[in-house]
């Protein structure tokens, strides 16, 4: 017997809304950087507000590359609230991710920039989408992040 093949669906767009990069240097873990997330919008599969507080805790590789695992809140209309938890990894040429660093415009065909999307909440109209992993391609922007997520059948 074999394994069903995924596909996937477009779930929902997502605007992450950055505060200043804060650069911790070389930690236990590595080059340690913590991007604060200060708003943003949800919208598709349900609608929200990205609330402030969460953060993206960034580890950046000896080849530029960076690991990203977000976490921040959003609430819904109706005061629900969701937790969105993206793991995944920048990464690109050299000069392409020191141009990004800086904030610069640079088309995102030029670099490779994916995460997983898991979602947390005890709404009960939001609960499938905890049963659920979501793919996101995702654009880099000087003060944000945006992202389609797509859910894996």
Known sequence: MSAPVPDLERAFRV??????LQDHGMTRAGHRRVVPIVGGSVSGAFEAEILPGGADWQIVRADGSIEVDAQYSARTPSGALVLLHATGVRTGPPDVLAALLRGESVDSSE????????IETSDATLAPLQHALFLAAAVREAERVTYTAYRVT
């Open 15 to 20: 605007v992450v809304h950055l505060g200043p």
């Open 111 to 118: 670099y490779y920039f994916r995460t997983v999307v898991r």
